[in-house]
């Protein structure tokens, strides 16, 4: 798993480096990628808030009632906050005058990826006590102060933190009460470990859940269930040969 503790005496530009290091154990696949994220993720316009930070990394979110070891920072005084995640290396085509390409080293597989994915596994299979066990392994590297012997995960407390709500968690499968709180609890803790990356929208599409946007003096902006929108558009160079655009 990913080592947040040896993150917390760096500097913002080495926690970044560090979170796309080759000799991170836990990184599986990096790749190099011709970008600007390093430049556009610490304000994107729907990123998190000060304010909502709360909501999603707040005590009352961990299943142990703690803090997390994730810190955020802002450049723009807390109308947008980020994680240090990606460190951009600009390769110079031309020095003199300033040109050249960004790039960023972006994980695109880890273990702790694969770790959640493997506790879903167990759940759907109805295997709830070991995925119980890793989901307090995996909570415990997240929170600095957990206690082995006092910070124990049960399934009545997973329940009662993440209890079922008609039609909000909706795969084309089926699940039990108790195997949606764990699913609930583990596509949660995804949600907060993958921030800016990516994965969040690959729950949202195959849980169908309902996004909810909310902008200064406009309407919300609300992804219902089923939306086309869901569905990636096709590229403008498919399209321009005749491949029919998905609807929207």
């Known amino acids: 798993m990913r080592d947040f503790s040896t993150y917390e005496p760096l500097g913002v530009e080495d926690q970044m480096l560090r979170y796309g290091a ?32 709360p909501e999603i990394f707040g005590t009352s979110t ?45 994980v695109l597989l880890s273990n ?36 082995p012997a006092t910070d124990k995960l049960t399934e009545a407390r997973v329940v009662a933190m993440f209890p079922v709500v008609p039609d909000e968690y909706t795969p084309f499968y089926s699940m ?6 764990y699913i609930k609890a583990i596509a949660e803790t995804r949600r907060r470990d993958f921030i800016h990356e990516g994965l969040r929208w690959f729950d949202i599409k195959r849980f169908n859940i309902v996004v909810k946007h909310e902008t200064s003096n406009k309407p919300a902006n609300i992804l219902v269930k089923d939306d086309n929108r869901r569905a990636l558009q096709i590229p ?3 399209s321009n040969t005749g491949l029919e655009l998905n609807p929207r």
Do not use: C, W
């Not at 879903?120 to 600095?144: C, S």
């Not at 039990?176 to 709180?181: G, I, L, N, R, Y």
């Open 22 to 53: 080759s000799d991170v154990e836990t990184n599986l696949l990096i790749v190099s990628a011709n970008t600007i994220v390093g430049r556009l993720y610490s304000t994107n316009r729907f990123n998190l808030s000060g304010l909502r930070r």
């Open 62 to 106: 961990n299943l142990f009632g703690k803090a997390y070891y994730y810190n955020f920072y802002s450049s723009n005084g807390s109308i947008t906050l980020f994680l240090p995640k990606f460190y951009e290396y600009f390769k110079y085509s031309n020095v003199t005058a300033g040109i050249g390409d960004p790039y960023v080293a972006e």
């Open 112 to 147: 702790d990826e694969f770790f959640l994915n493997r506790m879903e596994a167990h759940v759907m299979k109805g295997q709830i006590d070991l995925a119980n066990d890793e989901l307090e392994y995996f909570l415990a590297t997240r929170t600095p102060t957990y206690n």
């Open 176 to 181: 039990t009460p108790v195997q949606t709180s």
């Open 236 to 238: 403008l160079h498919a």
